[in-house]
């Protein structure tokens, strides 16, 4: 069976494990999470077994040291994937909910009630433990997914995928509720993307050229999570030692992810205080700087003229671009040039400030006095996530259970009829 071929099975057999799925039970739903994390806790050494296997042909292919950072699973992971599993299954379930109901003159009640978007595809690179958030959250919500992850995680999907399967049929679910996508034909994303009729949504989620390749493609709505240029902007006013602090955490604590620093922008009258101290700081944590010309001289001999490319760069590296501005109207300037609508924080003690930051600043989370790396589901209080939507339209940031469900208008009446 060629790719399309097979791809339009799964399809299918998702499509059906759907309407399975909406008219699912909460309770059965969530024992069937509960049964996942029990599975991830008691018989990890398969998963470690086949993580093995792709790091060790993920570094003899040449992937750099971020990307073999997303695929490793350690016991942390692993331990996050179970508390993850249990923190949705707790969670209120939304399908069938129904939004404030109001009544119009003629006596209906009108309201909105939440259901599933139906089948969901996943498509993602690296990162293995994205194969239990996405579909945990997807089933929560009533929704079926497919999971299609990178080639370089293969070996590791489908051992995660497996647990995923046991628990399913332990709680009398669907199995095609969960399908994995195994193999890393490149023409399999192709056909998926075509397949508009069974598949009600596409969620890419990794590197620049995956998300436009599947927006390009896809004949179904696109939830795109994009690359992630974050910034943080220190204001004339800030704590100097509190920033520090946050900016150090922001680039350094985990430089491969989305929610990393990538630019750090720094209001003229403190770039001669702080931007000694923060190169000194960052410098420890092994950080390099592409610098403007004002901040170049302040940041030390890690610091390299900024090319034109690296503003608006996701470096995914212990790499930092710094400017200093005028003010803070010129940082909302560079990010509304720069940014992709991802994460953005203002450091400063300027209650006013801060408030305008936060009306002003375009991007799925907008924080004060905080690290980036706080633009995650599980920091946000969702639990997980499927992605950070840095698209307007139904979700915008972290997706948890409820931005995977839709709202449909219902009408209760008494045999009222339209004159």
């Known amino acids: 069976m060629d790719a399309a071929a097979a791809m339009l099975d799964l399809a299918k057999r998702a499509k059906r494990a759907s309407r399975l799925m909406a008219g699912a039970d909460p309770a059965v739903k969530a024992r069937a999470l509960h049964l996942l994390a029990d599975l991830l806790a008691a018989e990890p050494a ?30 942390a992971i692993m331990a996050a994937m179970a508390k993850a599993c249990r923190e949705v299954a707790d969670m209120p379930d939304p399908v069938g909910g129904i939004d404030a109901l109001k009544k119009r003159e003629n006596g209906l009640l009108v309201g909105r009630m939440r259901i599933p978007l139906g089948v969901v595809c996943m498509i993602y690179e690296s990162r293995p433990n994205v194969t239990i958030d996405a579909a945990i959250l997807c089933l929560k919500a009533g929704n079926a997914v497919i999971l299609k992850g990178g080639s370089e995680a293969l070996a590791s999907n489908m051992a995660l995928a497996g647990l995923m399967q046991k628990a399913l049929a332990q709680a009398g679910l669907p199995g095609d509720a969960a399908c994995l996508v195994e193999t890393s034909d490149r023409a399999a994303v192709a056909a998926l993307c075509k397949l508009d009729v069974y598949i009600d949504v596409m969620i890419p989620r990794g590197g620049e050229g995956l998300i436009r390749a599947v927006s390009e493609q896809a004949t179904m709505p696109v939830l795109k999570h994009y690359k992630g240029v974050c910034h943080a902007y220190l204001d004339a006013e800030a704590d100097e030692d ?17 929610n990393a620093l990538e630019c750090l922008l720094v209001h003229a009258d403190r770039a001669a205080s702080f931007l000694p101290r923060a190169a000194e700081a960052l410098a420890r944590a092994g950080v390099g700087f592409r610098a403007c010309p004002r901040s170049l001289p302040l940041l030390g001999e890690g610091a390299v003229a900024a090319a034109p490319g690296d503003f608006g760069h996701e470096f995914h590296d212990l790499i930092l671009a710094v400017k200093v501005v ?36 375009d991007a799925s989370m907008v924080g004060v006095n905080c690290s980036t790396r706080f633009n995650d589901g599980g920091e946000l209080g969702l639990g997980a996530e499927i992605g950070i939507s840095t698209s307007k339209l139904h979700a915008y940031g972290p997706m948890g259970v409820t931005e995977l469900t839709g709202a449909k208008f219902v009408v209760l009446g008494q045999g009222q009829v339209r004159g």
């Open 46 to 75: 398969g998963v470690y077994e086949a993580n093995a296997l792709d790091l060790e042909k993920a570094a003899a292919a040449g992937l750099d040291a971020p990307r073999l950072d997303r695929l490793r699973l350690t016991p």
């Open 242 to 258: 509190q920033a520090l602090a946050v900016v150090v955490n922001a680039k350094a604590q985990r430089p491969g992810v989305c």
């Open 326 to 361: 005028d003010s803070m109207d010129e940082a909302l300037d560079h990010i509304a040039a720069f940014g992709s609508n991802h994460t953005e924080v203002i450091l400063t003690t300027n209650h006013d400030r801060a408030m305008a930051f936060l009306r002003l600043a």
